[in-house]
C-alpha cells in the first residue's frame, strides 16, 4: 500500500454509568491509533439524544474530533436547529446526516422523510458550517423499490451538498466497487467510504444483518457454522476474511475506511495495525 488511507472510528452510546466509563477507556485506546474523527450513533426518534451529545462533548473535551449521527425521521425543523445549536456550541465540525428508522410505536414521522431533505435543511440553515456524511448502501437499502431507486436517492443526498459518504457494512467487495462505478456513472465525486464491521460473534452478525440488507456470503456462513461456539476460531476467521477483504478495498481504490467499532478495541486495533493504518 502506498499512502496511508484515513480511518474512522464508529461507537455508539451506552445505556448505562458502566457502559459510558469503559467507553472512556475504548476511546482513550483507540485514539492512539490516530483517527480522523470518531462518530457516534444516534437512535431514531430521538432516544439517544442527550447520550449520544454527552459521548460527542467529551470526544471534543479529549481534543479529538467528534461527528455525531443525527437522524431526522420524527424531527421537526425547530428540533434539528437546536441539535445543530448544540453541536455549534461543542465545536462539531463534521455530521452524519441520516433518515434513520421509525421506533416501534411512533407513528409520526415528523417534517421530514427521506436524509436528501435533512441535507438539504441543514445546508439551508447553516451554510456551509458542517461537513455532511451520508450513508450509502452497496448492497441496496433494505426498504428500496430497486437498485436504481436507491441509487438515484443516494445521488439526490449528494445533489442537496453531502460532502462524504459511509456505507452500510458488507462482506462483498464486487458490491463497493459496482456501487461506486454506478455512483460515478451517475455523476458523483464524493469519497464513498467502506463501512467496515468487524466479526466479533457470529450468531450477532447474522441476526443484525437480516434486519439491515447485509449479506454474508454463503461460504463465510458455512465456515462460521462450522466452528460453533469456538469463538476463538471465529475471531482468527473473521479478522483473516475483513483484512482481505481491507486490503482489496484500498487497493482497488477506497478512500478510506469506517470501522464499526461495537465500543470495542481489540478487532479494530488489530485491523488497523495488520493494514498498516498505526
Ligand atoms: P435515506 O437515504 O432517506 O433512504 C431511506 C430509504 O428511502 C431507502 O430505501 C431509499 O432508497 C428510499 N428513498 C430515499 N429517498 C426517497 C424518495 N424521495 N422517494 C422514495 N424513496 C426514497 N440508524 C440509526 O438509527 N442511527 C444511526 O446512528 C445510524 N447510523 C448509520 C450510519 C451509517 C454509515 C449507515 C450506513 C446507516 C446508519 N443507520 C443509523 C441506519 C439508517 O438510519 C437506516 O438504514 C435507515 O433506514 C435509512 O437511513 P438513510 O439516511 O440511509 O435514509
Redesign the pocket.
Known amino acids: 500500500m502506498s499512502s496511508k488511507p484515513h480511518f474512522s472510528i464508529?461507537f455508539f452510546p451506552p445505556a448505562t454509568p458502566e457502559g459510558v466509563e469503559k467507553l472512556r477507556g475504548v476511546r482513550d485506546q483507540l485514539a492512539a491509533l490516530k483517527p480522523e474523527f470518531f462518530s457516534v450513533?444516534?437512535?431514531?426518534g430521538g432516544s439517544t439524544r442527550d447520550r449520544t451529545l454527552q459521548v460527542v462533548r467529551e470526544i471534543r473535551e479529549a481534543g479529538l474530533d467528534a461527528a455525531p449521527?443525527l437522524?431526522c425521521i420524527g424531527a421537526t425543523q425547530a428540533s434539528i436547529r437546536e441539535h445543530l445549536a448544540e453541536f455549534r456550541e461543542i465545536g462539531v465540525k463534521r455530521i452524519?446526516?441520516?433518515?434513520?428508522?421509525l421506533p416501534s410505536g411512533m407513528a409520526d414521522p415528523g417534517e421530514f422523510?427521506?436524509?436528501?431533505e435533512l441535507v438539504e435543511f441543514i445546508r439551508k440553515d447553516s451554510g456551509d458550517e458542517f461537513f455532511l456524511?451520508?450513508?450509502?448502501?452497496p448492497e441496496v437499502?433494505?426498504?428500496?423499490?430497486s437498485y436504481e431507486?436507491?441509487l438515484t436517492?443516494?445521488v439526490?443526498?449528494v445533489q442537496a451538498g453531502a460532502n462524504s459518504a459511509?456505507?452500510?457494512y458488507f462482506y462483498n467487495a464486487d458490491a463497493y466497487f459496482h456501487f461506486v462505478d454506478a455512483a460515478r456513472k451517475a455523476g458523483v465525486t464524493i469519497p464513498i467510504l467502506p463501512?467496515i464491521m468487524p466479526i466479533a460473534s457470529y450468531s450477532k452478525l447474522a441476526r443484525f444483518s437480516e434486519s439491515?440488507g447485509a449479506e454474508i456470503p454463503q461460504w463465510m456462513r458455512r465456515k462460521f457454522e462450522g466452528f460453533g461456539d469456538d469463538a476463538e476460531s471465529v475471531r482468527a476467521f473473521g479478522l483473516d476474511v475483513v483484512t482481505a477483504m481491507c486490503e482489496r478495498l484500498i487497493t482497488g481504490g477506497a478512500p478510506g475506511l469506517?470501522f464499526y467499532s461495537l465500543n470495542q478495541t481489540g478487532l479494530t486495533t488489530e485491523l488497523c495495525r495488520r493494514l498498516g493504518l498505526v
Open positions: 464508529e450513533t444516534y437512535g431514531a449521527h437522524s452524519v446526516a441520516l433518515r434513520g428508522d422523510r427521506y436524509a436528501n456524511e451520508v450513508a450509502a448502501y437499502h433494505p426498504q428500496a423499490r431507486a436507491d436517492a443516494f439526490r443526498k459511509i456505507t452500510q463501512g439491515c469506517h
